[in-house]
């Protein structure tokens, strides 16, 4: 935390007393985001600068961090819409997307046989965890092919990411990006398919800018927009993670010794209590070695292999030492290693690489407890409380070559051995020696001050007696001497006091003798440390990687010189002080000092041997990015100008984290020092400190930080106990000095300590050894002025949301405490508090430059029970010797302004002044002041004695009511004038019930600086909350400085009956600055600068510069010698357009002539470019029948975006033109040699630019798109319109009043809990007397004051009429992941809910609805707008709300009542909604500012000041006469009436808002969007018009008739079974996505032996089409069990897929085609002239639409891809397509297949494919005789013979007998 800032003397004063800055150490982002909640102001000016500047080297800077906040739970939403997704690996699949983050599981629904299947499916995952478990979580995207119920499917591919890579990303979010699937199980395949998702993390008070969700047309590229982080290669290889744990030393127990004992007497053996394994955790993957039974110092020598692709998306390797037990392992440490910090991805950069290196695990105490309530610490959450063991790791990464065969495909993870490493692999051993010395004990909390107290250093397991080192058995039995001794050392290192070491040189004292503390005050006791110092010192063994260490120290130096000249730099800008740009050049002056020091000094490290890799690489990587770091600093240093220190300051702040980065030593050497202070042997507070802090160097800048300096040290509870309240008060603060460093070279380990004492030594040993006590023999006594003069913008401690303050200062042991003022959150207390004979020990030089630190901290007095805590702030005072003179430029010193905190949150700040002033002596006084010191009465204020004369007198009190209190002195109190401060009164709102009863008659009470004024009584709350009376004022004295204005307090109180007052709520305005008035200035008559509340009109300077962002605006200016300013608005009918900004001098005469014609010729050259494109393009002009409201929406939106991406590549190319200026001033360049040189530096931002190329070359891809028709436009606003303009607070301000506690930093953003009403009202004030002009002024009501023309608060009715259009990522609210919303509308006591139109399982409803309520305002002013999801049974469950302040909006000079459109038409879709034409407005407006006008001239003028505008001047009716109307002159005054000199503004456009909806369970975070807007009519006007219509578009149906009249070369899947001959029994099959189950196939033609096939069959295909999103819209039930129908939104696209026939098993997929309707390549006129060009190169050909063509004929290829994942052509299509409207449709209807009514006729199939029964003897027939006929033909002679002769011999022997016997 930053703290309060003091002013500090340096050794010369010549520099003044510059501030300077407190190192903070990393704080969490969430402590940065509570303080950017607080308005710029608020954070106080000093506030940033702290106790600081070191000039003596004897003390360093406290840490003020109070409170651990990373261990602490946070909520965070993670959203992750999936989309599509394409080119999936596999044929004819069904694929389903799981999303998986950590352990939850969600998945989309099926598509059915496609691979590209669309999802746009929408899924939530809320969390409650500390951050840093949270960013650990993996996101796992898996595509899974046909899942069902009974089977899990089989994997196609996955990606992973951290959630923590997300989170890092701009707005926290991925948005439209497509991911790569991988295989898990196959690493040699490539990628399997990609999935378009968004993904986006929400922790609280993050919001989410998604980009605007219009109709998304652009087919993206999927290589330009991958779900990679900026700077990660598309082609990631797979790489191998070798993690290698060798062994781990100091251990603790980890089991009760009962059971140990039990065991020894049983067994007789000594066993160690602990069985630890290694566990590694990579990118959602396991590993774990094997368990060493019972091992203090387990040997493991494995390695865990991780397979993941590299770069890795997942940041952390988290590595845990973990006890293996029966029932539950348990962690004994964790340890994180950063892959960012061990490798580097630049062109010199390396591959992770680590060690081999010792890590330190830190955790919970070291006592084995079976219930461990600090076990979250050894998990990794949290900061560690003591040292735990230490882990000798290495890790590398080995790129993989996935084409060698003998790779292993599978990521699974495997654990193997390794080989041993030597001893000295990681470092010699050296003995190091730590030094303490406790020269103060101050603040001991009393819950423990009863007890003798001490305090004990350790570092790791050295020093600490209690739970240390447990003695390892097995080294017990072999003792040996010699070199077993050195290791013995480190193991059972001899830590008790009275055991000498062998070479008798020094034993480790690490605790200091046990002390009963005295009573400081009521809440706090101290040690008493006076004269008598007490020290501890540790000898301890480590291996000597101090280099490490060093190098850390020297970039942290750097750092904390940065970040302290930062700081300055912002303090001078803020408080507006001269000249911020001649400190930021010397901050980087000294920047680029440093950077080449550091060069230098690292370059002798550059050789140094026995050094890890990593220690090498990322020396070598480090010394490169601190040269170009210097290069760099002395370039900005160079481009520092007056109005550019904001922007470089941005950058240096870059290289602050920059720096940070690069210190962080990835790998341990020495661990951390912990301090902890004892009570009856037990630990109570810690503090923890970093071993580099207090290392020591010979040179200088490699020194600690803390090394031989004196340091305030704030002890805190371990773990848990620290948070919230507990963690917000002081367990002790000491003031320590310490000294680590080689026991070699521990001669200078007292340089550092403050001069001026003796050392007293153990007795027993005599020379060698350091000192036990060091007794004090100097000693100065001084007296301590502390000036309190005021505290701002405290914590509410009571329940009434205020506090009853006081403030407790202390300094060194002595504490006082200021008056308790009560009832406010800012007291004055304006009271001196002198500390009389402070004594402090040290030489007086000293002193003088390193004062301790002053601590003050603030309570809220309750009348029983103790004093509640509500901050705290340090200081520092400024020094007086007494040989030096009171005066300036130090004396008298100026009031600061010091920031207070409680925890991490800002508490407020105090104004306050600290003087330390040295008492001259005398003899006698100094007894007498020992006495007094000693004595702890509260110190008396001793005027005039002897020794005091010398000091400034104290005037006595002068306030005879306060009593004794003596009242801050004249020099240093502020200087004050005279100030008159108005106050308008408008109302209260929404006030809470008090006690159960409601408000009745409230009043207002405005107070500041003790003087105030009370409002009207209101006297019937409920039937007018208005007060009556409307302005007051009143006088009062405040202090010149605009910086030093107390603030100004609103309280609201409610009379009841019997003079009873009950405070409602109450309101703080800490700055009054924006209310200050500063009379016009007449040289300028620009409206901007006639401001009358400063606020009111800076609002409005901010909200023009932001509204008005309308595109294509081409301004030309031609000067004319006299006359007025004119400002055309000619354009040629159809349509006009007004978007022209206009910049004026305030009085100039030029005629500034604006051309609308440009953007319109433009447009004609764009047609005839598409024209001469597109070949047979046809311009197709818009009706304006087709025109309605959504068209002028979507063409907003489609502006909207082009803006966005204009601005885009605007601001990327601002950065490459600076980039580029600065990489050539690096080379020294001169800006005319930059063309030349240019090529090259382009090269460098070649890779940045790449994607977003490709993004603009998908935009200008728009050529080949049909042109966008002209259609007048609205303004989309993405965000809440009151953000655009200031809250509409242009001269009415809402005030929240708050009630009942402050919660702690967590509940910050639950502020709103604490709203109990609003205050509306003003306030100006000026110094008095005012100059006559203003009240001079014609028409001036001296009743009013600075508030004229201010409209009267009666009630007022007012028909409000809301339309809502859609809502956009609405959070899920049933189980199935979707919702059923529906729309309610609350104001005041009407409610309307539009219950039964809920729209069925919709994310993203269209609404398209609006709504008409009756209000009265003011009682009726807040608008909720809900949206509701509606449930069958049970109540419905609120989604979110957004609430609107009509009244704000209503009375705004803005004029938000009815958005001014940019057209004015009397019929179609863009009539004019209001009730008054813009000739009736601009009167009116005329008439309320006082200005000439408007004279309507010949000509299409108009006249309006001094202003001239120009336009058309006719208008057509609804019969197409044209009229003549001065309505168009009037509306362009109006759309420009900021132009208009002192009561011009920006008037609110038509146009739609985007509001988030918030729902109050979940606070801070979004539930989603809504789209809408809000008019409103007075009644005692006449009638607005019926409401436009906005219901959503009813889709048009459309029917599809598409004839397959032939294939062609379809590839050939069947072998004949008798011949092997090739062939194929195809057949089509087609259907519109989304509706497969409506798909349609041809009739099968048998045996194609070419592929050819014949069909001549039709596919008819109905559906309803958006014609403006491009969209189908399917409604179909979900499932059998659904309610009722969903609707869908699907893009069209047909599919054709061919199919081979078979029988008796599954038909075979040939291939398929996709084609958008919207966008596809015209078919081939021929099958020859059919390739897959036209399906690989769609983006480069020209595309058609059926919807525009209506009928087409060609061919077009089938593809499938093969086992290489390429494409092939598997056949050809000849199709027609033709497109009919429904109507057209029933009047010509058609047969499907080759059916009646317009048949088509039978193909001519050859003669193979007849009936298939018949098929196979058909072939055969052919077959058998085309081949083999002469075969056959011989065969049958041949058989017909042997036939013959059979007969013959069969015959033979009859007529052989019949012969012989002469038959």
């Known amino acids: 935390m930053k703290l309060g800032k003091a002013k500090s003397s340096k050794d010369d004063h010549k520099r003044g007393d510059e501030p300077a800055i407190l190192e903070m150490e990393d704080l969490d982002k969430k402590a940065m985001r509570l303080a950017g909640m607080l308005e710029p102001d608020t954070i106080s000016l000093a506030s940033v600068t702290a106790v600081t ?139 399997k398919g990609y999935v378009k998702c968004d993904i986006a993390v929400v922790g609280k008070g993050d919001n989410i800018k998604t980009p605007h969700k219009a109709n998304e047309t652009d087919e993206d590229d999927i290589e330009g927009n991958l779900l990679l982080p900026e700077g990660i290669p598309a082609e990631r290889q797979w790489a191998r993670f070798y993690v290698k744990i060798h062994r781990a030393e100091g251990l603790p127990k980890m089991n009760t010794s009962i059971m140990a004992n039990v065991k020894k007497a049983f067994i007789g053996e000594n066993r160690d209590l602990v069985d630890p394994y290694v566990q590694v955790q990579f990118s959602g993957q396991k590993g774990k070695t094997s368990v060493q039974k019972s091992s203090y110092e387990p040997i493991w020598n494995e390695q865990v292999i991780f397979t993941e692709l590299f770069p890795p998306l997942c940041k952390r390797i988290k590595v845990q030492i973990r006890d293996s037990d029966k029932v539950n392992d348990v962690a004994i440490g964790t340890h994180f290693i950063d892959l960012r910090k061990i490798s580097n991805d630049g062109d010199k950069g390396f591959l992770p690489t680590l060690g081999p290196a010792w890590v330190n695990m830190y955790g919970s105490t070291r006592q084995y407890t079976l219930m461990d309530e600090h076990q979250d610490l050894n998990d990794g959450l949290g900061e560690g409380v003591s040292f735990r063991a230490r882990l000798l790791i290495s890790v590398a990464v080995e790129i993989l070559d996935t084409t060698s065969p003998e790779i292993i495909c599978s990521t699974d993870v ?350 027993k040993m005599g020379h060698g050894l350091p000192p036990v006590t060091l007794v004090y023999d100097m000693k100065q006594v001084f007296q301590l002025r502390a000036h ?14 205020l506090s009853d303050p006081f403030a407790r200062v202390f300094f060194s042991s002595q504490s006082q405490v200021t008056e308790v003022l009560n009832e406010t959150l800012c007291p004055t207390w304006d009271q001196l508090l002198v500390f009389d004979d402070v004594e402090l020990f040290g030489e007086a030089t000293e002193l003088r430059d390193d004062p301790p630190i002053i601590v003050v901290e603030f309570y809220d007095q309750d009348t029983v029970g103790k004093a509640e805590f509500i901050g705290r ?208 200035d007449k040289s300028c008559n620009n409206w901007a600068t006639a401001a009358k509340l400063m606020n009111g009109y800076m609002v409005l300077t901010n909200g023009c510069s932001q509204a008005r962002s309308s595109p294509s605006l081409s301004s030309r200016t031609f000067s004319r010698p006299a006359g007025d300013v004119s400002v055309s608005l000619e354009a040629e009918p159809p349509i006009r357009k007004m978007d022209t900004v206009v910049k004026l001098d305030a009085m100039s005469d030029a005629v500034v002539k604006v051309d609308m014609n440009e953007d319109e010729s433009d447009k004609e050259k764009k047609k005839k470019k598409k024209k001469k494109k597109g070949g047979a393009e046809e311009e197709e002009e818009t009706d304006e029948r087709v025109l309605d409201w959504w068209s002028k929406y979507f063409a907003s939106i489609e502006t909207l975006k082009e803006n966005l991406r204009s601005q885009e590549a605007a601001q990327a190319e601002a950065e490459e033109r600076e980039d580029l200026e600065i990489a050539a001033e690096a080379a020294d360049i001169r800006p005319d040699d930059l063309h030349l040189k240019g090529s090259k530096m382009k090269e460098r931002f070649k890779e940045k630019k790449s994607s977003k190329q490709k993004r603009s070359q998908a935009a200008d891809g728009s050529e080949k798109r049909p042109p966008k028709a002209r259609v007048d436009e609205l303004v989309v606003y993405n965000r809440e319109l009151e953000s ?79 339309y809502v259009v859609r809502a956009t990522d609405l959070h899920p609210a049933d189980i199935n992941g979707k919702a059923d919303p529906y729309v309610v509308i609350k104001l005041g006591k009407s409610e309307v809910k539009d219950k039964e139109n809920y729209i069925s399982k919709q994310l993203n409803p269209v609404f398209g609805k609006s709504f008409d309520i009756e209000a009265t305002f003011p009682m009726e002013s807040m608008l909720t707008v809900s949206v509701y999801d509606w449930d069958l049974v049970g109540t419905d469950d609120l989604i979110g709300e957004t609430k609107i302040d009509l009244e704000n909006r209503f009375y705004s000079k803005f004029r938000a009542t009815c958005g001014i459109a940019s057209n004015y038409s009397m019929h179609g879709y863009n009539i004019w909604r209001d009730p008054m034409k813009p000739s009736q407005i601009l009167a009116k407006l005329c008439k309320e500012g006082k200005i000439d006008g408007p004279h309507y001239g010949p000509g299409g003028k108009v006249k309006v000041a001094n202003r001239i505008f120009t336009g058309p001047t006719e208008i057509e009716d609804e019969n197409g006469l044209k009229k003549q109307t001065e309505e168009h002159l009037a509306l362009s005054v109006l759309n420009h009436w900021e132009e208009i000199p002192r009561v011009g503004c920006k008037l609110v456009p038509e146009h739609v808002e985007t509001r988030p909806l918030l729902n109050p369970d979940k606070p ?42 032939n294939t062609d070369e379809v590839i050939l899947e069947d072998d004949d079974y008798f011949t092997g001959e090739k062939s194929s029994d195809i057949f089509v099959r087609g259907w519109l996505k989304g509706q497969q189950e409506d798909k349609q196939d041809t009739d099968v033609h048998y045996h194609s032996l070419t592929g050819e096939g014949n069909f001549n069959w039709r596919f008819v295909f109905p559906f309803d089409y958006l014609v403006a999103e491009e969209k189908i819209i399917i409604s179909k039930k979900e499932s059998m069990f659904s309610w009722d129908e969903t609707e869908y939104k699907i893009p069209p696209r047909l599919t054709m897929q061919v199919w081979d026939a078979d029988h008796f098993s599954a038909d075979d997929f040939l291939g398929a085609i996709e084609l958008d309707l919207n966008r596809f390549p015209r078919g081939a006129k021929t099958a020859k002239q059919c390739n897959l060009d036209m399906i690989r190169n769609e983006q480069e050909l020209p595309t058609i639409s059926i919807f525009k063509q209506k009928r087409v004929k060609g061919w077009w290829p089938f593809v499938a891809r093969d086992e290489n994942d390429e494409m092939e052509l598997t056949g050809k299509v000849e199709a027609e397509l033709h497109l009919v409207t429904a109507e057209e449709a029933e009047k010509s209807p058609v047969g499907l297949g080759r059916n009646e009514p317009d048949p088509l006729e039978k193909p001519n199939r050859p003669d193979t494919s007849l009936m298939w029964f018949l098929g196979p003897l058909k072939s055969l027939r052919y077959f058998i005789w085309h081949n083999y006929r002469w075969l056959i033909l011989k065969a049958l002679g041949l058989i017909l013979l042997l036939l013959m002769l059979g007969l013959f011999l069969y015959s033979i022997p009859g007529y052989l007998v019949k012969k012989i016997l002469g038959a």
Not at 636 to 658: D, G, P, S, W
Not at 788 to 801: C, I, T
Not at 1003 to 1017: F, H, K, N, P, T
Request: proline letters at 7%.
């Open 53 to 191: 500047t070191n000039v003596s080297n004897k003390r360093s800077k406290p840490d003020i961090k109070m409170e651990p906040s990373s261990g602490r739970p946070v909520d965070y939403q993670i959203s992750i819409t999936v989309i599509e997704a394409r080119q999936l690996i596999g044929l004819n699949m069904d694929p389903v997307v799981c999303v998986e983050v950590g352990d939850d599981k969600k998945y989309t629904s099926m598509k059915e046989s496609t691979n590209c299947p669309y999802y746009n499916e929408y899924f939530v995952f809320d969390f409650h965890v500390p951050p840093d478990v949270m960013f650990d979580k993996i996101i796992k995207l898996s595509v899974i092919h046909s899942k069902n119920l009974l089977r899990s499917g089989t994997l196609v591919g996955t990606f992973k990411m951290d959630v923590g890579t997300v989170y890092s990303q701009p707005e926290h979010q991925f948005y439209h990006k497509w991911a790569i699937l991988s295989d898990p199980d196959d690493i040699t395949a490539g990628c």
């Open 414 to 763: 495997q654990v193997e051995p390794v080989s041993n490493i030597s001893e000295s692999a990681t470092g010699k051993m050296e003995e190091f020696f730590l030094f303490g010395s406790f020269l103060e004990a101050t603040m001991i909390d009393r819950k423990i001050g009863d007890k003798p107290i001490s305090f004990e250093i350790t570092i790791g397991n050295y020093g600490n007696h209690i739970d240390g080192v447990s003695k390892s058995s097995s080294v017990k039995k072999k003792k040996k001497e010699g070199e077993n001794q050195e290791e013995e050392n480190e193991l059972i290192q001899n830590s008790s006091e009275d055991e000498a070491d062998e070479d008798a040189d020094l034993t480790s004292v690490s605790s200091t003798p046990p002390m009963k503390p005295f009573i400081t005050d009521r809440n706090y006791f101290h040690l008493p440390y006076f004269e008598k110092k007490p020290c501890v010192y540790i000898k301890s063994w480590w291996q000597d990687q101090r280099r490490r260490l060093y190098n850390s120290n020297m970039m942290d130096k750097i750092a904390d010189k940065l970040e302290e000249g930062l700081n300055d730099v912002q303090e001078v800008i803020k408080t507006e002080k001269a000249f911020p740009e001649r400190r930021l050049r010397g901050v980087l002056e000294e920047l680029s000092i440093g950077c080449s020091r550091y060069v230098t000094l690292a370059n002798k490290d550059v050789n140094l041997a026995g050094r890890t890799k990593l220690d090498r690489e990322r020396l070598k990587s480090c010394m490169r990015e601190m040269d170009s770091m210097g290069q760099q600093a002395k370039q900005i240093r160079t481009q520092v100008k007056k109005n550019t220190v904001k922007e470089k300051l941005k950058l240096a702040q870059n290289f602050l984290q920059r720096l940070r980065f690069l210190a962080d030593e990835p790998q341990h050497s020495i661990p951390d020092v912990f301090i902890w202070m004892m009570s009856n042997n037990k630990r109570i507070a810690y503090a923890r400190i970093p071993s580099k802090d207090i290392l020591y160097s010979v040179v200088d800048e490699e020194t600690g930080k803390d090394c031989g300096k004196v340091k305030a040290v704030f002890l805190k509870l371990p773990g848990k106990k620290g948070f919230g309240p507990a963690g917000w008060t002081v367990q002790a603060k000491l003031e320590l000095y310490l000294w680590l460093g080689l026991n070699k070279s521990r001669k200078n380990f007292l340089h550092g300590l403050p001069n001026g004492f003796e050392e007293i030594r153990a007795t």
């Open 788 to 801: 309190m003069y005021q505290a701002r913008s405290l914590f509410a401690a009571d329940s009434s949301g």
């Open 873 to 1080: 702030t340090f200081a520092k005072p400024t020094i007086k010797m007494r040989d030096e003179p009171y005066g300036p430029p130090r004396f008298p010193p100026q009031l600061e302004y010091y920031q207070i905190y409680r925890g991490n949150s800002i508490a407020g700040e105090l104004l306050a002044a600290f003087e330390l002033l040295q008492i001259p002596f005398d003899a006698e006084e100094i007894r007498r002041a020992l006495i007094a010191v000693h004595d702890f009465a509260v110190p008396q204020i001793k005027v005039g004695q002897g020794g005091r004369a010398d000091l400034p007198p104290l005037e006595g009190p002068t306030d005879s009511e306060r009593g004794p209190i003596l009242p801050v002195p004249l020099g240093i109190r502020p200087v004050l004038s005279r100030y008159r401060i108005e106050v308008l009164f408008w109302g209260l709102r929404d006030l809470k019930r008090i006690n159960l009863a409601q408000v009745d008659r409230p009043r207002v009470d405005i107070e500041c600086a003790g003087r105030g004024v009370q409002s009207a009584l209101i006297q019937n709350y409920k039937k007018n909350p208005n007060f009556s009376t409307l302005v007051k004022w009143f006088e009062v004295d405040l202090p010149e400085n605009e910086l030093l204005h107390p603030p100004l307090n609103i309280r609201v109180v409610d009379c009841r009956a019997f003079g009873r007052y009950i405070l409602v709520g109450s309101h703080a305005v800490s700055t009054l600055r924006h209310y200050i008035y500063s009379p016009p």
């Open 1284 to 1362: 655009e303009y200031g809250n509409f607070e242009d001269w009415l301000h809402t005030f929240n009043l708050y009630r009942g506690k402050a919660g702690d930093d967590d509940e910050h953003a639950l502020d709103d809990d604490r709203i109990v009403g609003r205050f509306k009202g003003s306030l100006c004030m000026y110094k008095v007397p005012l100059s006559q002009e203003i009240t001079r002024e014609a028409g001036y009501d001296p009743n009013m004051g600075m508030f004229q023309s201010i409209p009267h608060n009666d009630p007022i009715h007012v028909l409000v009429r809301v």
């Open 1564 to 1605: 801070g975070i979004e539930q989603g969007r809504l789209e809408m807007w809000v008019d409103m009519f007075p009644m005692d006007m006449p009638a607005p018009g019926p409401a436009i219509d906005i219901s959503p578009r009813k889709p048009k149906r459309y029917e599809l008739r598409v004839i397959i009249w």
